[in-house]
């Protein structure tokens, strides 16, 4: 098995420079994508800082609420702030991804229970650092509510109508407003009425480092296609003869994946190389992020090796795996982030290997460490065992 282990590696390394010129050319090709989603996405982040976001939740049942929220939007004086209804789970999704600077949950009836005396408590979530913007969010939330109050107060007591049937109209704003303030200010106790939350942000991952992950997850299992050659054999007659030689499956299959694996390894670690110099990993070493990429090496190697087992001719072959690459990557949510896709689809790209590579990868180059390492280790081992079942019974029985 030593043997055949060496004169793997003399075979991969003959397809090596065409490996490394197909890695340049997908290197390229991801480095303009990757270039023109952060470019988007920057320009995207300027449009948006022109105005503070804020979820509202609980707003949508309360019509007093909807009102003052409306009159919000036009109002000149306001600060740079806009207000979004939302649900609180995905206030939450929202404010993790940096969408939202903070989210208000408003009791239920917030305002209906106001002009009984019954004032609720409001509840401020913003991420960590960021409470000194809740201070900003509490004064614009807290004049909506005033507005809001004076005018259904002073549309309770009738005051207008007396008021205009006496041609008193000039004495409205003094008394009548004057007189729902004082019923506010007497409702409103400002140190009871605000309970502020912070949200943890320990795995918030930026779009560029997210799709740095994502990216380089893909160029690597795209990165296995110029070996197909080596392992879609459509005629088993060597390995019959191998394991006549006393060479069995198993022991062909591991020094083939483990040719196959030195060869990415060494894919793995130009590309490492070219992102280094590049200025890609401020926050980690490049020798971090090579170690701590293996095991997702080993999970697409072993995934790569068995497509090209389960192939009988060449062109099949490249075809099964490349399109399997890309609706794993796809799934995993290396080409865009997973947020956007619905919450089923968020729950599968946890679970699918490219999403734990992906997932892996981005923490690694957040300077965080590994993540999923046994879970990649776990499926690359699941492929290997495949392959050497697809392998075994594809060779036969050998007859002495």
Known sequence: MGKYFVLQLKRVARFLPLALCVMALLFGCMGLVYQNMILAQE???????????????????????????????FDSTALSIEMVQMEEAEAVDALERGQIAAFVVFPDNFVEDALYGKVGQLRFVC??????LVSIIKEEVTRIIDSILVVCQRGSYGVGDALTEQELDHLWGHHVN??????VDFLFDRSKMYQVESLEQENFVPFDRYMLGGLTVL????????????????DPALARLLRAKGIGVPGQVMAELAGFYVALMVLLGAVICVM?????????????????????IWMIVALSYLLYTISSNLIGGVLLTFLTMLAL?????????????????????????????????TALVQGRGAEHTAGLLLFGTGFLTMAILVARQKTGKVRG
Request: with cysteine.
């Open 219 to 234: 160029l690597l299992m795209l990165g296995c296609l110029p070996f197909a050659p080596l392992y879609i054999r459509p």
């Open 127 to 132: 991420t960590m650092g960021a409470s000194g």
């Open 329 to 361: 990557s796809f799934a995993g949510g290396c080409m865009y982030p997973v947020q956007v896709f619905p919450a089923s689809m968020q729950r599968l790209a946890q679970v699918l290997p490219s999403g734990m590579a992906r997932q892996s990868l």
């Open 43 to 73: 320009g995207e982040d300027q449009a948006a800082s022109a105005k503070i976001k804020v979820g509202m939740v609980g707003t949508a049942g309360d019509q007093y609420l909807q009102w003052g929220l409306a009159a919000m939007q």
């Open 276 to 296: 280094n110099l590049s200025g890609m990993f401020p926050e980690t070493s490049a020798w971090q992020v090579f170690w701590g990429t293996l095991p997702a």
């Open 178 to 183: 004057g007189l729902a303030l004082e019923y």
